[in-house]
Protein backbone atom coordinates (compact mmCIF):
# COMPACT_ATOMS: atom_id res chain seq x y z
CA UNK A 1 0.00 0.00 0.00
CA UNK A 2 1.43 3.12 -1.09
CA UNK A 3 1.17 5.94 2.46
CA UNK A 4 1.12 8.99 -0.11
CA UNK A 5 -1.84 8.13 -1.83
CA UNK A 6 -4.41 10.05 -0.23
CA UNK A 7 -2.24 13.00 -1.24
CA UNK A 8 -2.39 11.80 -5.62
CA UNK A 9 -6.29 11.45 -5.15
CA UNK A 10 -9.14 14.23 -5.26
CA UNK A 11 -9.16 14.00 -1.65
CA UNK A 12 -6.25 16.53 -1.20
CA UNK A 13 -7.45 18.80 -2.76
CA UNK A 14 -10.56 20.18 -0.60
CA UNK A 15 -8.04 19.97 2.27
CA UNK A 16 -5.82 22.02 0.51
CA UNK A 17 -8.16 24.78 -0.63
CA UNK A 18 -10.56 24.54 2.28
CA UNK A 19 -9.37 22.91 5.48
CA UNK A 20 -5.86 23.93 5.56
CA UNK A 21 -6.29 27.83 4.89
CA UNK A 22 -9.60 27.94 7.04
CA UNK A 23 -7.68 26.51 9.88
CA UNK A 24 -4.97 28.83 9.24
CA UNK A 25 -7.25 31.34 9.10
CA UNK A 26 -9.56 30.47 12.67
CA UNK A 27 -6.71 30.02 15.12
CA UNK A 28 -5.23 33.12 16.68
CA UNK A 29 -9.55 33.93 16.60
CA UNK A 30 -9.81 30.88 18.41
CA UNK A 31 -6.89 31.75 21.06
CA UNK A 32 -8.34 35.69 21.53
CA UNK A 33 -12.03 34.22 22.39
CA UNK A 34 -10.31 31.42 24.63
CA UNK A 35 -8.28 34.66 26.36
CA UNK A 36 -11.32 36.83 26.47
CA UNK A 37 -13.60 34.14 27.67
CA UNK A 38 -12.38 31.99 30.60
CA UNK A 39 -15.47 29.81 29.92
CA UNK A 40 -15.13 28.99 26.39
CA UNK A 41 -11.07 27.85 27.84
CA UNK A 42 -12.60 25.77 30.72
CA UNK A 43 -14.64 23.64 28.04
CA UNK A 44 -11.30 23.39 25.96
CA UNK A 45 -9.39 22.18 28.91
CA UNK A 46 -12.57 19.70 30.06
CA UNK A 47 -13.68 18.57 26.28
CA UNK A 48 -10.46 18.93 24.21
CA UNK A 49 -11.99 16.66 21.45
CA UNK A 50 -15.38 18.52 21.28
CA UNK A 51 -13.56 21.75 21.14
CA UNK A 52 -11.17 20.54 18.61
CA UNK A 53 -14.35 19.37 16.40
CA UNK A 54 -15.69 22.85 17.10
CA UNK A 55 -13.06 24.40 15.40
CA UNK A 56 -12.23 21.90 12.59
CA UNK A 57 -16.04 22.72 11.50
CA UNK A 58 -15.96 26.57 11.93
CA UNK A 59 -12.39 26.28 9.89
CA UNK A 60 -13.78 24.20 7.55
CA UNK A 61 -17.14 26.58 6.71
CA UNK A 62 -14.76 29.46 6.83
CA UNK A 63 -12.47 27.87 4.02
CA UNK A 64 -15.47 27.33 1.94
CA UNK A 65 -15.78 31.25 2.29
CA UNK A 66 -11.83 31.80 2.00
CA UNK A 67 -12.30 29.19 -1.28
CA UNK A 68 -14.53 31.25 -2.72
CA UNK A 69 -12.72 34.11 -2.52
CA UNK A 70 -9.68 32.12 -3.99
CA UNK A 71 -12.18 31.32 -7.52
CA UNK A 72 -12.80 35.32 -7.24
CA UNK A 73 -8.45 35.82 -7.41
CA UNK A 74 -8.62 32.89 -10.36
CA UNK A 75 -11.11 34.67 -12.54
CA UNK A 76 -9.49 38.50 -12.17
CA UNK A 77 -5.80 36.89 -12.95
CA UNK A 78 -7.33 35.24 -15.87
CA UNK A 79 -9.44 38.04 -16.86
CA UNK A 80 -6.02 39.94 -17.32
CA UNK A 81 -4.36 37.25 -19.06
CA UNK A 82 -6.83 36.55 -21.85
CA UNK A 83 -7.48 40.82 -22.26
CA UNK A 84 -4.15 41.86 -21.68
CA UNK A 85 -1.50 39.87 -23.70
CA UNK A 86 -2.61 36.01 -24.54
CA UNK A 87 -5.63 36.00 -26.12
CA UNK A 88 -7.61 33.08 -26.42
CA UNK A 89 -6.63 31.87 -22.95
CA UNK A 90 -10.52 31.60 -22.14
CA UNK A 91 -10.64 29.47 -25.23
CA UNK A 92 -8.08 27.38 -24.39
CA UNK A 93 -10.08 26.18 -21.66
CA UNK A 94 -13.72 26.06 -22.86
CA UNK A 95 -11.94 23.15 -26.05
CA UNK A 96 -9.89 21.52 -23.40
CA UNK A 97 -13.30 20.94 -21.01
CA UNK A 98 -14.48 19.77 -24.35
CA UNK A 99 -12.38 17.72 -25.79
CA UNK A 100 -12.69 14.64 -23.94
CA UNK A 101 -8.98 13.09 -23.54
CA UNK A 102 -8.18 9.85 -22.06
CA UNK A 103 -5.77 10.39 -19.23
CA UNK A 104 -2.64 11.08 -19.58
CA UNK A 105 0.72 12.22 -18.18
CA UNK A 106 0.02 15.48 -19.11
CA UNK A 107 -3.38 15.65 -17.83
CA UNK A 108 -2.05 14.19 -14.23
CA UNK A 109 0.19 17.18 -14.56
CA UNK A 110 -2.07 20.03 -15.32
CA UNK A 111 -4.23 18.38 -12.07
CA UNK A 112 -1.53 18.54 -9.98
CA UNK A 113 -0.70 22.27 -11.42
CA UNK A 114 -4.82 23.07 -10.76
CA UNK A 115 -4.62 21.63 -7.08
CA UNK A 116 -1.48 24.11 -6.26
CA UNK A 117 -3.38 26.92 -7.74
CA UNK A 118 -6.22 26.75 -5.83
CA UNK A 119 -4.51 25.99 -2.86
CA UNK A 120 -2.26 29.20 -3.39
CA UNK A 121 -5.64 31.16 -4.23
CA UNK A 122 -7.02 30.17 -1.00
CA UNK A 123 -3.59 30.64 0.86
CA UNK A 124 -3.69 34.63 0.19
CA UNK A 125 -6.73 35.67 1.68
CA UNK A 126 -6.26 33.08 4.43
CA UNK A 127 -2.91 34.60 5.21
CA UNK A 128 -4.49 37.98 5.62
CA UNK A 129 -7.06 36.87 7.74
CA UNK A 130 -4.29 35.12 10.36
CA UNK A 131 -2.37 38.66 9.92
CA UNK A 132 -5.01 40.89 11.02
CA UNK A 133 -6.45 37.93 13.99
CA UNK A 134 -2.42 37.80 15.06
CA UNK A 135 -2.53 41.69 15.11
CA UNK A 136 -5.96 41.67 17.54
CA UNK A 137 -4.23 39.10 19.52
CA UNK A 138 -1.41 41.32 20.12
CA UNK A 139 -3.10 43.98 20.89
CA UNK A 140 -4.89 42.00 23.78
CA UNK A 141 -1.91 39.98 25.22
CA UNK A 142 0.89 42.47 23.88
CA UNK A 143 2.75 39.12 22.35
CA UNK A 144 4.78 41.75 20.13
CA UNK A 145 7.19 44.50 20.37
CA UNK A 146 7.33 47.29 18.15
CA UNK A 147 10.03 46.30 15.76
CA UNK A 148 8.57 42.81 16.25
CA UNK A 149 5.12 43.90 15.01
CA UNK A 150 7.02 45.81 11.88
CA UNK A 151 8.81 42.64 11.12
CA UNK A 152 5.96 40.34 11.06
CA UNK A 153 3.55 42.89 8.75
CA UNK A 154 6.35 43.21 6.45
CA UNK A 155 6.93 39.16 6.32
CA UNK A 156 2.95 39.52 5.57
CA UNK A 157 3.32 41.48 2.38
CA UNK A 158 6.10 40.19 1.35
CA UNK A 159 4.34 36.51 1.54
CA UNK A 160 1.13 37.99 0.09
CA UNK A 161 3.36 39.22 -2.28
CA UNK A 162 4.77 35.97 -3.08
CA UNK A 163 1.90 33.82 -3.03
CA UNK A 164 0.19 36.22 -6.18
CA UNK A 165 2.88 35.88 -7.83
CA UNK A 166 3.70 32.59 -7.88
CA UNK A 167 -0.65 32.16 -8.81
CA UNK A 168 -0.46 34.32 -11.56
CA UNK A 169 2.42 31.99 -13.38
CA UNK A 170 0.71 28.90 -12.46
CA UNK A 171 -2.53 30.08 -14.47
CA UNK A 172 -0.04 30.75 -17.70
CA UNK A 173 1.87 27.74 -16.78
CA UNK A 174 -1.78 25.55 -16.64
CA UNK A 175 -2.83 27.80 -19.83
CA UNK A 176 0.07 26.61 -22.14
CA UNK A 177 -0.81 22.79 -20.55
CA UNK A 178 -3.62 22.72 -21.41
CA UNK A 179 -2.88 24.41 -25.00
CA UNK A 180 -0.14 21.58 -25.33
CA UNK A 181 -2.78 18.91 -24.76
CA UNK A 182 -5.43 20.48 -27.22
CA UNK A 183 -5.11 18.30 -30.56
CA UNK A 184 -3.14 20.78 -32.93
CA UNK A 185 -6.69 21.08 -35.16
CA UNK A 186 -8.33 22.52 -32.20
CA UNK A 187 -6.13 25.30 -30.79
CA UNK A 188 -6.85 28.84 -31.69
CA UNK A 189 -5.19 30.59 -33.58
CA UNK A 190 -4.43 33.75 -32.18
CA UNK A 191 -2.92 31.80 -28.92
CA UNK A 192 0.74 32.91 -28.25
CA UNK A 193 2.04 30.42 -25.86
CA UNK A 194 5.61 32.49 -25.63
CA UNK A 195 3.89 36.06 -25.32
CA UNK A 196 5.53 38.33 -23.01
CA UNK A 197 3.32 38.45 -19.72
CA UNK A 198 2.63 41.51 -18.04
CA UNK A 199 3.36 43.42 -14.85
CA UNK A 200 1.82 42.09 -12.00
CA UNK A 201 0.15 44.48 -10.28
CA UNK A 202 -2.22 44.71 -13.55
CA UNK A 203 -3.13 41.17 -12.32
CA UNK A 204 -4.04 42.34 -9.52
CA UNK A 205 -5.77 45.20 -10.28
CA UNK A 206 -8.25 42.95 -12.27
CA UNK A 207 -8.23 40.81 -9.37
CA UNK A 208 -9.95 43.63 -7.09
CA UNK A 209 -12.06 44.90 -9.65
CA UNK A 210 -13.70 41.01 -9.60
CA UNK A 211 -13.90 41.38 -6.10
CA UNK A 212 -15.34 44.66 -5.66
CA UNK A 213 -17.84 44.16 -8.66
CA UNK A 214 -17.99 40.32 -9.68
CA UNK A 215 -18.31 41.43 -13.11
CA UNK A 216 -14.63 41.48 -13.92
CA UNK A 217 -15.19 41.10 -17.64
CA UNK A 218 -16.65 44.45 -18.06
CA UNK A 219 -13.95 45.40 -16.98
CA UNK A 220 -10.94 46.99 -19.26
CA UNK A 221 -7.72 48.31 -17.93
CA UNK A 222 -5.80 47.81 -21.42
CA UNK A 223 -3.60 50.56 -22.55
CA UNK A 224 -3.51 52.52 -19.75
CA UNK A 225 -0.66 54.48 -18.30
CA UNK A 226 0.74 52.53 -15.53
CA UNK A 227 0.57 55.59 -12.84
CA UNK A 228 -3.71 54.98 -13.77
CA UNK A 229 -3.90 51.23 -13.37
CA UNK A 230 -4.05 51.11 -9.65
CA UNK A 231 -6.34 54.24 -8.86
CA UNK A 232 -8.43 52.56 -11.59
CA UNK A 233 -8.49 49.50 -10.05
CA UNK A 234 -9.11 50.91 -6.58
CA UNK A 235 -12.07 53.29 -7.95
CA UNK A 236 -13.48 50.11 -9.01
CA UNK A 237 -13.16 48.68 -5.86
CA UNK A 238 -14.75 51.50 -3.69
CA UNK A 239 -17.80 51.71 -6.10
CA UNK A 240 -16.46 55.59 -7.02
CA UNK A 241 -16.57 54.14 -10.82
CA UNK A 242 -18.98 52.10 -12.83
CA UNK A 243 -17.60 49.02 -14.72
CA UNK A 244 -19.23 48.50 -18.48
CA UNK A 245 -22.50 47.51 -19.17
Known amino acids: MDPFSAFKSEVFRPLAAVVMPGLLAVVPYVVIACNA ?18 VLAVATALGLFIEN ?15 EYLPGHNSVWSLYLSCGQ ?11 IVTRLKYINSMMPAVFLFSVG ?14 SMIAFVVLTIS ?4 LFRTSTELSEVASNTRYCLLVPEQRPKEYDSNAVTVRRFRHFCYVLGELATSRVDSIDLKGKAAIWVVPDAFCIFFGLKKTKA
Open 37 to 54: NPDINSFYLKQTLWFMAG
Open 69 to 83: LGSSIERGIDRCIDH
Open 134 to 147: MVLLDLQVDILSGW
Open 159 to 162: TLTW
Open 102 to 112: VDSNGRRYLAS
